[in-house]
């Protein structure tokens, strides 16, 4: 295990996210990878972007490598410019290096070099849509090193609002099987935060995906989740 790994100033760099995503990008496509950063953390994802979590009087390279060695996957903005930096294929280089997952968005340039052979994205340069479909693609297992589940909970748990919860119950279909512990996770996340049990899309959706990915039966009492059978 690396250093960085038992750092204790990761709780400051990543914050609680479940997942830990490494934006790289060029510097003249700053404000896209905030964007996508804050769509993320509505996910329950926390994101390194070096323009946004770099304080101005600290070693900026310590800090890049601190992220890019305690990272989970690294999301690529394949802009027209990206292979211009002389950072950004050094960071490609260390996920490669590190056997982390790697996503590549097509915004005018194709996955090359050693970032061909890895999942690509070609929706555009919406943020949100960005942040979405990379999200599903996690939930499904499409890459079994990402633990998107825990991102997912995370997300139900920290929702501030019913339209935010509600935007969630769209994701239930993504996720195939949940362990028991992801159950009991997933349930006292939702009857713990009023925003998501009085959210009514996400409500009416949670009965049936948990019978679906659990086997067992639910119901609602004042509101809160609970279990009916074995």
């Known amino acids: 295990m690396s250093a960085a790994v038992t750092d204790p100033s990761l709780q400051t760099l990543w914050g609680d996210g479940s997942v830990r995503a490494f934006i790289s990008h060029v510097s003249t496509h700053k404000e896209l990878a905030h964007s996508l950063k804050e769509q993320l953390s509505r996910l329950g994802v926390a994101s390194f972007v070096a323009h946004d979590d770099i304080?101005?009087?600290?070693?900026?390279?310590?800090?890049?490598?601190?992220a890019l060695f305690s990272m989970d996957v690294l999301l690529a903005l394949l802009t027209t410019d990206f292979s211009n930096s002389k950072w950004t294929d050094q960071e490609i280089g260390v996920a490669v290096g590190r056997g982390v997952g790697i996503v590549a968005f097509r915004l005018g340039t194709a996955p090359y070099?050693?970032?061909?052979?890895?999942?690509?994205f070609s929706v555009g340069s919406d943020p949100g849509r960005m942040a979405s479909e990379v999200f599903?693609?996690?939930?499904r297992g499409d890459d079994r090193r990402i633990?998107?589940?825990d991102a997912y909970i995370r997300a139900v748990s920290i929702s501030p609002s019913f339209w935010e919860s509600n935007q969630l119950a769209s994701y239930l279909d993504c996720i195939p099987r949940l362990s028991q512990a992801h159950e009991y996770?997933?349930?006292s996340a939702f009857n713990e935060n009023p925003q998501a049990h009085f959210a009514w899309t996400l409500k009416g959706a949670m009965v049936n995906f948990l019978r679906r990915a659990t086997s067992h039966e639910y119901g609602f009492d004042a509101n809160h989740l609970h279990r009916i059978s074995l």
């Open 147 to 149: 633990n998107a589940v």
């Open 136 to 139: 599903r693609h996690w939930l």
């Open 55 to 66: 304080e101005p009087m600290t070693e900026w390279e310590h800090e890049i490598e601190k």
């Open 113 to 120: 070099g050693f970032i061909g052979k890895y999942q690509a």
């Open 185 to 187: 996770a997933l349930v």
